[in-house]
């Protein structure tokens, strides 16, 4: 009610300025330029308060605006930590890989899982290794041993009737923490 009050007080405060301008302006083409720049002010006094009344009665579509851009923000930073996980274990898999070809160990297969715990990473490496690498199990377990790594080690007994990989379901060592 208060803006609506100092909005009818500055129309009529312009309309008096400008009135007055009026009656003391020369009756030449200078003067008819005066009147037309008072027209303006005139009609500006009049639409420039309600702009800014438009502004503050969409500030609900500005803060919906905001949230939606957090919420957009927040699936953008958890589709790129996907992806830098996804990146990250890849390269880890083709590592441990190159690792263990370098002692002359050959991966069936492997899997990691890198998961997230307050402010650490846990990360969690399962290997397949045919059966004839089972000797280096120390070893493997003493390189590839860390706080924040747990190692399971499946070997392969080798091909069944049907052609598949026959895979034991032994570990290696527990888990290390």
């Known amino acids: 009610m208060e803006a609506i009050r100092q909005w009818a007080a500055g ?25 037309m720049s008072l027209s303006v002010f005139f009609l500006s006094s009049i639409l420039l308060p309600l702009s800014f009344s438009d502004i ?11 949230q939606k851009a957090e919420e957009i923000s927040q699936q953008a930073q958890e589709q790129t930590a996907s ?21 002359g160990i050959t991966p069936v297969w492997s899997r990691i899982d890198i998961i ?17 690498d089972r000797t280096k199990e120390e070893w493997i377990a003493q390189n ?12 392969q ?6 052609g598949a990989n026959n895979t034991e379901g032994k570990t290696n060592s527990n888990p290390v923490d």
């Open 11 to 35: 129309v009529c405060f312009a309309a008096g300025a400008a009135g007055l301008c009026k009656l003391l302006s020369p009756e030449s083409s200078l003067g008819r330029m005066l009147q």
């Open 56 to 66: 503050s009665l969409s500030m609900p579509k500005i803060e919906q605006s905001q």
């Open 83 to 103: 992806i830098a996980y996804d990146a990250a274990e890849q390269m880890m898999q083709q590592e441990i890989k190159n690792f263990l070809l370098e002692e």
């Open 116 to 132: 997230q715990k307050d402010s650490f990473l846990q990360v969690f490496l399962e290997l397949c290794l045919e059966e004839k």
């Open 144 to 155: 590839l041993s860390s706080e924040h790594l747990s190692l399971k080690v499946y070997y």
């Open 157 to 162: 007994e080798g091909e069944d009737s049907y």
